[in-house]
């Protein structure tokens, strides 16, 4: 059998454990082409560019999206 522990854990410290275990929001910034929100260093899921650039043809995969299926 473990050892079972022999005085109950104060508030403190129990928080000072839990202190890494919070939840971060995705940091999101601004499409230059439709000005929608995106993750940083990726490209627009909206528009399918990335630094001005056209890099994705989200018309055509939407067209095989629906077409497959």
């Keep these: ?3 079972q522990p022999k005085k109950k854990t ?4 129990q928080g000072r454990r839990r202190a890494h275990l919070s939840l971060v929001a995705p940091h999101l ?3 230059l082409q ?4 995106r993750p940083s260093h990726q490209v627009c899921p909206v528009c399918g560019t990335y630094r ?7 018309a055509a995969r939407a067209a ?6």
Aim: glycine residues 8%; positive net charge; proline residues 11%.
């Design 1 to 3: 059998m473990p050892p």
């Design 10 to 13: 104060s508030k403190s410290r």
């Design 29 to 31: 910034v601004v499409c």
């Design 34 to 37: 439709c000005r929608s929100p």
């Design 52 to 58: 001005r650039r056209d890099v994705l043809n989200v």
């Design 64 to 69: 095989r999206r629906s077409g497959g299926q």
